[in-house]
Every structure is written in structure tokens, then in C-alpha cells.
């Protein structure tokens, strides 16, 4: 089994959609978790982290269930400028405070106008 | 803003030839991590270092090895390069007790002939 584990998409969602992207991790010690973005031949750079309580930042919300070890980021009244490749981001292994992460494969996503 | 720079956008080496990635970063962080990126693989860890002069080994250290002199700069080296070594290479870092993710340079897309 993969660490980290996303849908495979690719995902061609029409401007103002919702799209949901999901992700499943398998050490149930994890501690942080993240989604990335990452543009076409780009680095990838930090969307949001990922809280127990869930959590929101203008139209995206991401969720978090331990028991099923299960993240989920959401996209409301999706933009062009959505497009992108997401990657779903589990802090594996801790030493001395100093998170290791691990990264899924990501999803692509495009916007069609 | 925390910038993390790589010293090549794009490079091109011969099979065989000893390569020098570079990183440098410029906010006191103390962990340093390099990732390889290829299609349908994801990140994948080749190195990391939690401290000066200290460093362990990722998913896939084979071929690699790295060296880190001083607290900003962390370099990755092949040894003898070779056509499975074509990849993007990612540099990252993150600061020790805060944990808000990594931050990437913007790599360095390295192609072995």
C-alpha cells in the first residue's frame, strides 16, 4: 500500500463547479497534514494545512478523519486560475520535532471556461 | 518571505560526470531535504538534514550523496551521473519547532545524455 494515496484523476471540472479531491494515508501516527499546489513546471507551494476540526480559507476546505485516515480537499465556484496539480502532503515519521513529509502522486485539475 | 534557491534552472550532463546541485536558503531554517520528482512517481526523498553536517538518507539515496558545510546550503551530489538520474530535483527546507510545511526552490530539471 502506498503511503500516500490520491484520486487519480485527471479531473476537468467546468468554471464555477465544485470539484472534491481525496486523499487516504496509511501510518495512523501522522501528525501534519497539507495540501500543496503546484503549477505546471513549477515547485510546489503550500495551499493550506490540514486541521483535526476541519478548516476553511475562502473557497477551499479541507478535512481531516483520523479514524479513517482520510483528507479531503473541496473547491467551491472553481476559477480558471484553479488549475493545477494538487498533492496531498502526511508528515511521516517525527524526530526531534522535525517533520518528515511524504508526498501523494497529486491530482490534476483543469478548469474548462 | 523564506526563499530557497536552487543555482540551476536547467542543466544538461554527460553519463558519468560527477554533478553539484545547489541550495541555498535564507532564513535560519535547519532542515534541508532533497526530492526528485518524475511523472506518475510523485516527490521522492533522496536526502534530508536536520542540522549542519548532519545528514540521513531519504527513500532512494542510491546514486547520491550530499554534503552540508554550513547551515544555509545543502548540495546534492551525483556521483557518476546516469539516464535514470533525469528528473526534476526539488529543494526544500523547514524550520525546526514551527511546523507550517516545507518551502521549495524551483528546482532544477536535470538531464542526463
Not at chain 1, 490520491?6 to 471540472?13: A, T
Not at chain 1, 468554471?15 to 481525496?22: I, L, P, Q
Not at chain 2, 532533497?34 to 536536520?50: A, H, N, V
Request: charge should be neutral.
Amino acid at each position: 500500500r502506498k503511503e500516500v494515496e490520491q484520486d487519480p484523476g485527471p479531473f476537468n471540472v467546468p468554471e464555477g463547479a465544485t470539484v472534491a479531491f481525496n486523499c487516504t494515508y496509511s501510518n495512523s501516527a501522522s501528525q501534519s497534514f497539507f495540501w500543496y499546489r503546484q503549477d505546471c513546471r513549477k515547485e510546489p507551494k503550500l495551499l493550506m494545512s490540514v486541521y483535526s476540526s476541519g478548516n476553511e480559507d475562502g473557497r477551499f476546505t479541507a478535512q481531516l478523519n483520523r479514524a479513517s485516515q482520510y483528507i479531503s480537499l473541496l473547491i467551491r465556484d472553481s476559477k480558471l486560475s484553479d488549475s493545477a496539480t494538487y498533492l496531498c502532503v502526511v508528515e511521516f515519521g517525527s524526530n526531534f520535532g522535525n517533520e518528515k513529509l511524504t508526498f501523494g502522486t497529486g491530482t490534476r485539475l483543469t478548469i474548462i471556461p | 518571505d523564506v526563499k530557497v534557491t536552487q543555482s540551476s534552472r536547467y542543466l544538461v550532463k554527460r553519463t558519468g560526470e560527477k554533478v553539484f546541485l545547489e541550495c541555498v536558503q535564507d532564513m535560519d531554517h535547519e532542515n534541508m531535504f532533497w526530492y526528485r520528482q518524475d511523472p506518475g512517481l510523485g516527490l521522492r526523498l533522496i536526502y534530508f538534514s536536520y542540522d549542519v553536517k548532519m545528514k540521513e538518507k531519504g527513500d532512494i539515496p542510491e546514486g547520491y550523496s550530499v554534503s552540508r558545510e554550513k547551515k544555509e546550503r545543502f548540495s546534492l551530489i551525483l556521483e557518476s551521473a546516469s539516464t535514470n538520474q533525469t528528473s526534476m530535483y526539488l529543494c526544500a527546507s523547514s524550520l525546526t519547532g514551527q511546523f507550517y510545511g516545507y518551502t521549495f526552490g524551483s528546482g532544477t530539471r536535470l538531464t542526463v545524455v
